[in-house]
């Protein structure tokens, strides 16, 4: 028994509702009670569909447990395939439907349904998860599909290269991409794009999109591109061994993954592909421009599905010169690579899906940015720093309505945007804390990131090279920057350097330290005209100065010598 | 007012009984609303990982920092070994109140899965609470979709909390359901102005401040989904004014003299305190009314709210009812409300979900009210929908919120004037 507040993951039979939602032409039968179809809106609400997921359900309640439950299974089966007629029919139970083991896949398999394929999902509802779910789903309905074209025992694999012989070009099929996964409806046409203008074909996509008839195509590809490993992995590395058919496991999000997804994919398949320029994305350049010089070290928090976190960790570290200072995952299936990716960061990867304990790591890490799912959203807000969402779980507002894919080229500028935005506006802040000053001021103000200031908690300390990046990135009109520029930088000198040096010896927001310290006004007005960013860091630092000094009153003159000290 | 209901109209209506597939919540959604009634209980669900992600889902946005409401997830090993199941859940409430130790009163919340493995959940709470004598109070009902519809999870929340009642004869009147506070602040101050002697609700703020109960206890129900409850309460002695629902103007009216009535109050003095909010709550109608008059309605089974909605869209708005839909019919409780109802109105209780669409195809009408898993499939078929589950959450009791409640409904109708893209 395991307590559980929110959860990142559904149970697996919503994983299974994925696919079948993803696809055309399935229907899916799911003995389940009075409740369950709750799951519904979870397509029609979050994702804005506009049709109701392809699932019929038995409702069961207690009065029908007294009677024959497999009955109304059976009754539901045959009134969802007069109905819908659908192409393949996926039957499971949701986790109170186990317990009473009507063996709806059975019952299924042993009705006339009119030669419908009837695949019968096996989702352990009390060891396992909706990814799984989804995972599993996929390659249970992929294997029931191409059961009769399986290859005899020791067949020769197909060359991923015969499309020479064959006269035709390369084909590929893009794996995993469904409903309720981050971007997958862009990113399927950013990668179509991309493999097209080297000249290759993209055969199947599924299960986005796809009917029953075009994973029975499956094997006509060269090889499999698993763009999504929580759903396509276990179906990819099926097909692999079934089917003698070559995987490409490198996810093309990023400039320096989108290379080596090319490169991969160019010699598994044979195909020449012309050196790409950095100009084919706007990252790079944007990255290197002195506007972007603020982004220097800033200290990110990552937490995601495996997919998104590893790409994210990538990025953050190598094409944005952030600084990584927590990676972690809720997908347990790929803890291993989420671990080897920490490590190489120097971290130690974060697995869990408590949301609490991601919170409280975050918290512990103090990120200027945090780069995660829904829940870290409402954490980061709690804590005051700004937050970009870059994987499921997802809210309504994270199924936009622009193309905005994270994969490809065109992903790496919507990324460099999405995780940008949210620190120009940390540097608005900034100017305001300027303004503080003029009249028009109003104390506590701030631009977008919520109602109010955070109570005496900083939003982050300054990094390294934030007075210098401050700036290179203060807004045009010279005139206006040239007085703005002085003051501001000799305060952020001062702040940072008591911020950074002893920012581990201090809880990132634990209460101001207790003690008998008094601000005297002269010390209060000094703190004050250090930016809000940085001042609740400030604070506590020199509050830890002054107790271990046994200092009864913190003056401007204690703020000072906390700065010498701190800055040794 | 609309004149009186004739006894053509009386004549009680047919009701067709469907069976099938019911789009709708289990009782643990009540939580949501609940959770945040009694600011010192916690909501323990005992069951799987689907329960807990229904109430993340329902509740909509996940904003809480530490919710008062989580799920125990039965693993394989609780399955497989009862005696160990126990073990597991005392533990984890023990960890669990040592977190929060602000918490009062904890409901074990029994759901589908536990009450098919027949977990006891009632023991589970006697050996808690015993064990945490004078700390806590541990008490326990079923919110399982086996057992429970949507709204029904409150019902059976307040009986759970019953036998803690304790019993006096004292004179009062006792609101039972949960209302928005402010509003529950406006009908406290209406009964003291006509004179009703002391009231007091159910479910309180605090969870450990339960009103008495017994013979002197008049009991209004300010929600029509507490049947249970209600029985349970005229069981302990109270009497049950009978009586429509506090939704709109008329309703809240009847609702508020049926209350005064039972105390025997001057209905001058009542009606002293009653007619400017008819005069005023009839002004705030007005624009809706407007809007809505003449528009056909469709209400497909959801909050078990949908016959007192029906009957002030209906009578106060001028909206044609083309089929009023519940989860199901408890004509007791229903009997004021389906007098009230225009004669000939269509009644559905139960659900098949594909059946009724089927009606709300061939029907078109102008607004239908459903769940949320249906609404955008409706709306992308050209259907103006409006979903109820809000409703639950928000102030709509009380002739002063007659407006607003009209609002609701017309909104999404006047949206669809407003939007061109021409």
């Given amino acids: 028994m395991e307590l559980t507040l929110w959860t990142y993951e559904g149970p697996p039979h919503v994983g299974a509702m994925r696919i079948a939602s993803s696809m055309e032409g399935v229907h899916y039968v799911l003995h389940a009670p009075q409740g369950d179809t709750y799951a519904d809106l979870l397509f029609t609400m979050i994702e804005r569909r506009n049709r109701r997921p392809p699932v019929t359900y038995t409702t069961f309640q207690a009065r029908d447990l007294g009677g024959d439950t497999a009955e109304l299974v059976k009754r539901t089966i045959k009134a969802a395939v007069d109905r819908f007629q659908p192409e393949a029919l996926l039957v499971g139970e949701s986790c109170t439907a186990e317990l009473i083991q009507d063996q709806p896949g059975s019952l299924a398999h042993g009705m006339d349904l009119g030669g419908v394929p009837v695949v019968s999902l096996e989702l352990p509802a009390y060891s396992k998860k909706e990814n799984w779910g989804a995972a599993e789903s996929f390659y249970q309905l992929v294997r029931g599909l191409l059961k009769d074209q399986l290859p005899p025992p020791g067949f020769a694999k197909p060359s991923p290269q015969r499309w020479r012989q064959e006269g035709r070009r390369p084909r590929v099929n893009l794996l995993g991409p469904s409903l309720l996964g981050f971007r997958c409806r862009d990113d399927v046409l950013e990668i179509s794009k991309l493999l097209a203008s080297h000249g290759i074909d993209v055969s199947v996509v599924a299960p986005l999109g796809a009917r029953p008839a075009d994973l029975m195509r499956l094997p006509d590809a060269d090889a499999n591109v698993c763009l999504y490993a929580e759903v396509a992995g276990t179906v990819c590395s099926w097909l692999e061994r079934s089917f003698g058919m070559a995987t490409v496991k490198t996810v093309p999000i990023g400039i320096g993954a989108t290379r080596d997804f090319l490169t991969e994919i160019s010699e598994l398949l044979g195909v020449e592909i012309a050196a790409t320029s950095e100009a084919e994305s706007r990252l790079p350049w944007y990255s290197r421009s002195v506007d972007s010089t603020y982004l220097t070290g800033k200290r990110v928090f990552i937490f995601a599905d495996a997919t998104h976190a590893l790409a994210a960790a990538r990025i953050a570290s190598q094409e944005l010169g952030f600084e990584v200072v927590g990676l972690g995952t809720y997908s347990r299936e790929q803890a291993r690579e989420v671990r080897a990716a920490a490590k190489q960061l120097g971290l130690e990867a974060l697995i869990s899906d408590d949301y609490l304990a991601v919170e409280k790591a975050m918290a512990e890490a103090a990120p200027e940015l945090v780069l995660g799912t829904q829940m870290e959203r409402h954490s980061a807000k709690r804590l005051g720093v700004p937050c970009a969402v870059i994987s499921s779980p997802l809210h309504v507002q994270d199924v936009p309505a622009r193309y905005s894919p994270q994969m490809g080229w065109e992903g790496a500028n919507v990324i460099f945007d999405s995780w940008v935005h949210p620190l120009m506006m940390g540097l608005e802040e900034h100017l305001i804390g300027m303004f503080r000053h003029d009249f028009e001021f109003v104390d506590g103000h701030r631009s977008h990131l919520g109602d109010g200031a955070p109570a005496a908690v900083p939003v982050a300390d300054a990094g390294p090279g934030a007075a210098a990046a401050q700036v290179g990135t203060l807004p045009s009109g010279p005139g206006a920057t040239a007085t703005l520029v002085a003051e501001p930088l000799a305060e952020s000198l001062l702040a940072e350097q008591l911020a950074t040096t002893a920012a581990e010896s201090i809880q990132a927001d634990g209460p101001a330290v207790a003690g008998a310290s008094v601000w005297t006004p002269d010390g209060e007005a000094e703190l004050h005209k250090i930016p809000f960013f940085v001042r609740g860091k400030v604070r506590r630092n020199t509050e830890a100065f002054a107790a271990e000094r046994g200092l009864a009153r913190i003056d401007a003159e204690t703020l000072y010598d906390a700065k010498a000290h701190f800055s040794r | ?422």
């Fill in chain 2, 1 to 422: 007012m609309v004149a009186p209901p004739t006894s053509a109209d009386l004549a009680l209506p047919e009701v067709l009984k469907q069976s099938g597939q019911r789009e709708v919540f289990c009782g643990l959604t009540s939580i949501v609303w609940l959770h945040r009634r009694m600011p010192d209980a916690f909501f323990l669900v005992v069951g799987s990982r689907t329960c807990a992600h229904l109430i993340q889902s329902a509740a909509g946005v996940m904003i809480f920092a530490e919710p008062r409401f989580g799920t125990a997830i039965l693993g394989e090993r609780d399955l497989a070994g009862l005696a160990d199941a126990n073990e597991e859940l005392d533990r984890l409430v023990r960890e669990l109140l040592e977190r929060r130790p602000e918490i009062r009163t904890l409901f074990l919340v029994g759901s589908c899965p536990s009450e098919v493995i027949k977990l006891d959940l009632q023991r589970a709470a006697e050996r808690l609470s015993a064990q945490l004598a004078g700390r806590v109070r541990v008490l326990n009902y079923s919110g399982s979709g086996i057992e429970t519809t949507f709204t029904q999870g409150e019902d059976h929340a307040l009986m759970a909390m019953l036998p803690l009642m304790p019993s006096s004869d004292e004179d009062q009147l006792l609101i039972v359901g949960t209302l928005a506070d402010a509003v529950e602040d406006r009908f406290r101050l209406l009964f003291e102005r006509m004179g009703v002697p002391r009231v007091r609700s159910l479910p309180p703020r605090r969870s450990t401040e339960l009103p008495p109960v017994g013979a002197g206890t008049r009991l209004l129900l300010a929600q029509p989904f507490l049947s249970g409850t209600a029985r349970a309460l005229v069981h302990r002695g109270a009497r049950l004014i009978e009586s429509p629902y506090p939704f709109g103007v008329e309703g809240s009216r009847l609702w508020m003299e049926a209350a005064a009535a039972a105390f025997g109050l001057a209905p001058a003095a009542v009606a002293a305190v009653l007619d400017p909010l008819e005069i005023r709550g009839r002004r705030a109608l007005e624009p809706h009314r407007r809007e809505l008059e003449g528009r056909r309605l469709f209400l497909l089974p959801d909050s078990q709210m949908e016959i007192p909605l029906a009957r002030f869209l209906a009578r106060e708005c001028g909206m044609e009812l083309v089929e009023v839909g519940t989860p199901y019919l408890d004509r007791q409780l229903m009997a004021a409300e389906m007098a009230l109802l225009p004669g000939g109105t269509r009644l559905s209780e139960g659900q098949d979900v594909e059946k009724q669409l089927e009606r709300v195809r061939a029907e078109r009408p102008d607004l239908v009210v459903c769940g949320l898993g249906l609404a955008n499939p409706l709306e992308a078929e050209g259907i103006a929908t409006k979903w109820l589950i809000e409703l639950v959450f928000s102030p709509i009791h009380g002739c002063d919120q007659a407006g607003e409640l009209a609002e609701l409904f017309a909104r999404p109708l006047h949206r669809r004037q407003r939007l061109s893209f021409v």
